[in-house]
């Protein structure tokens, strides 16, 4: 059954069930995502792709919330605007943004001041470097959920991660904080693919970045896996 | 199962070790990764050794004003440790702790699973040897016919129950058919008391008509709202008009099984329970064919919360019983159609199933004379804070709120001057003297942009700072997030750093303006309910004192 709706004054016709966000992408209208993926279950955390819609006594995720007959859209409001901006404000003062151009470019979109909170208190989180093939610098980490998903059942099947702690203090969680090469991690590299802020990096990566050559890289590469656990 | 499961390893060992962990993940095949983050996600749960009995003291506004942060300070003292800290032999465990619902007991607190009255500084020496006070439902009202019952019958006795009209309501019901019972609670126009005062005829008509073999009644008992304690009054002393309002909406909606889920704070009440249901299978109430009804299957079972206000949320309160991180879901579906397990699920809140038991009793019309014509039948309302008389109040009238402070709880407490009231719960609004005169219904609230809620009356006298009560329920939204939106999980904390920058009298510039921002984003742009109402008190105290808000500019000399 196709579905009449306006999206920022103009009329899209879609089938029913198509999430707001896709009928928008029909008049190349893009709403901005931090946790959004299509490898990975929409589950409405970041909220910045949340639109107005009319009559609605709160803003809509766009990611997750399907059209309806005659709903009326509008992807770019005051309030929309407010609510993106001061998100992007919160974040950026909780965690390391520093690697994560899409946000970059979406603060810049939305004139968020990057001092908005002075005197915030960060996240507590650690960089974790325990095994060869990736580092977990959570100081880094938008808590997306991506990565837990792409372990579990949107990809791998694995299991290793779980979303930890709790509000402000959420982070990713390992069974009582077992380094990776003692859960069931089997170093596919999925999370490390989905993760949108480089809180989860490859080992070359990160020793490239700390000015490693190709060959000291492969020593050192190889120095890590020696010491990893036989499963 | 994986709740309960590391509940009973918590209560046996007084934290769930790698080892416990790793067995109870195995058995219940839940991945290992995934049983961590349940214990981090239950502030009951510890990964960490405790001590053989934790006291846990309120840190909640009605027990704030009552001197609970002196009592935490005697009792560390006494025991020669801080909070948060097992005492050297290992005997006790001292914390701070979100609402225990019983702010008319002010102040509250809870050792191991015995509940304290007035655990006030003075009284540390006999709150450690666990020889205080057990606090007993206060119930006023000139007509209470919701709570008769209440400290009249032995809470777990079926024999008393029967005595004083205890299942009449179920006996009509099941005279009848399901659709006659929906259209007698939307005759009687009967709303939700858990907060939303959503119509229970149109919820229960959703879950009847819901095209499925399975379906779950669930009780919602997770009664978290710091100042509510009614729920807790009623499981406590009348818990079979709350089995009995179950059973009329699993007899309506047809389902065979249900859960009550009481939040773990209330040992007591999960006691009284048990008892009631072990009662009900005994005397047919539960079971097969109950009543001889051919084909009238209920089971009903009870969990135990693990220390999470989110899980009153219902999406999150199935996340529990199904042994997952208590995240609310998005909506919709809705639990009409996609509740617990995915089934069908009608879910309703302690006072609703008991006004179910009162209406289906009475019928509708007799249940129409209490109330007003918008806001039907008796409704609890729960007092605490700077009034004479604390507790519960049931109107079964048209009252205002000067009524019910000064006529029916006495006034404030040395005839002190009323400075706010904070009403609706945490969630609610802060309302000043110049609405005394507001009614007490859904219609009046709604026009005055208020909501009851869950019927939170908590009143502060004119020497009290009501910076200290914003930054005390900052602290317990930042506490409760979940963590799941952004919105609530980052704005909770923004929240509560600049609430207490404006409470030490350091305000930085533009940090009215930030409050406001941050507020405005978490109502318009949070997933559940929590992070919508998290900055509802704070904004309305806002409107009404801006200049408590006002940076302190200092002069350089």
Sequence with gaps: MTVKLSIDGKPVSVAEGTTLMEAARKIDVDTPVICYHEATTSEGLCRQCVVEVDGWRVLAPACVTPVSQDMHVHTDSERVQHARRTILEMLNATVDLSQAPDLQIQMDDYQADRQRFPNAQVRDAQVLDDNPFYVRDYEKCVMCWRCVQACGDDLQFTYSLSTGGRGYESKISTFFDAPMPETTCVFCGNCVAVCPSNALVSKTEFFMDQGLNYDQIRQEKRKQRKQMPRK | ?557
């Design chain 2, 1 to 557: 199962m994986l709740l309960p499961a590391l509940l009973e390893a918590q209560n046996r060992y007084n934290h769930i070790s790698k080892e416990h962990a790793s067995l109870i993940g195995k058995a219940l095949r839940v991945p290992l990764a995934d049983v961590t983050g349940v214990i981090e996600f239950y502030t009951l749960l510890f990964d960490k050794p405790t001590a053989e009995t934790i006291i846990r003291v309120c840190d909640s506004p009605a027990c704030s004003l009552a001197g609970s942060a002196e009592s935490v300070d005697a009792l560390t003292a006494q025991l020669n440790t801080t909070p948060n800290q097992a005492t050297p032999d290992g005997q006790f465990f001292v914390e701070s702790v979100p609402c225990l619902g019983m702010c008319e007991h002010a102040p509250a607190a809870l050792r191991g699973e015995e509940p304290v009255s007035q655990a006030t500084a003075d009284k540390a020496t006999s709150l450690i040897s666990g020889d205080a006070e057990a606090p007993q439902g206060i119930i006023y009202g000139d007509e209470r016919p919701l709570t008769a019952r209440c400290g009249v019958v032995v809470p777990t006795s079926l024999e008393d129950y029967l005595e004083h009209d205890g299942f009449a309501g179920l006996h009509n019901v099941l005279a009848k058919s399901p659709e006659d019972v929906i259209a007698d609670i939307k005759t009687a126009g009967l709303m939700g008391r858990g907060g939303a005062a959503f119509p229970t005829g149109i919820k229960w008509e959703g879950a009847a008509n819901a095209l499925d073999d399975t379906k779950y009644i669930v009780c919602n008992a997770d009664e978290s709202e710091p100042g509510t304690f009614k729920d807790r009054v009623i499981l406590e002393e009348d818990p079979f008009s709350v089995l009995e309002g179950m059973l009329t909406a699993a007899y309506t909606i047809s389902a065979k099984k249900g859960y009550i889920f009481i939040r773990g704070e209330y040992p007591r009440a999960q006691r009284i329970f048990e008892q009631v249901i072990a009662a009900a299978y005994e005397q047919n109430y539960l079971g097969k064919d109950i009543q001889g009804v051919e084909g009238f299957d209920f089971d009903l079972e009870m969990r135990s919360g693990a220390g999470a206000y989110i899980c009153g949320e219902e999406t999150a309160l199935f996340e529990a019983i199904e042994g997952k991180r208590g995240f609310p879901r998005i909506k919709p579906p809705f639990p009409t159609t996609h509740g617990l397990f995915n089934k069908p699920t009608a879910i309703n809140n302690v006072e609703t199933l008991a006004n179910v038991s009162l209406l289906m009793r009475i019928g509708p019309d007799q249940y129409r004379q209490y109330g007003t014509e918008g806001s039907p039948g008796p409704r609890l309302f729960c007092l605490s804070g700077d009034v004479v008389k604390p507790g519960v109040y049931e109107v079964t009238e048209k009252t205002t709120l000067r009524e019910l402070i000064y006529e029916q709880a006495g006034g404030l407490v040395g005839k002190a001057e009323l400075q706010a009231i904070l009403f609706g719960g945490a969630a609610g609004n802060f309302i000043t003297p110049a609405q005394l005169d507001l009614p007490l219904t859904f219609e009046d609230t709604r026009a005055a942009q208020l909501s009851l809620g869950s019927g939170v009356v908590m009143i502060f006298n004119g020497t009290r700072d009501i910076r200290q009560a914003l930054v005390e329920l900052g602290h317990f939204f930042a506490h409760e997030s979940c963590g799941k939106c952004y919105p609530c999980q980052l704005g909770t904390q923004r929240q509560l750093e600049i609430l207490e920058r404006v409470n030490h009298g350091a305000a930085l510039p533009g940090d009215l303006e930030r409050l406001n921002d941050v507020g405005w984003t978490m109502t318009d742009a949070s997933l559940c309910g929590l992070g919508q109402t998290a900055a509802t008190a704070v904004l309305s105290a806002m409107e009404h004192w801006p200049e408590l808000f006002e940076e302190i500019t200092v002069s350089p000399n």
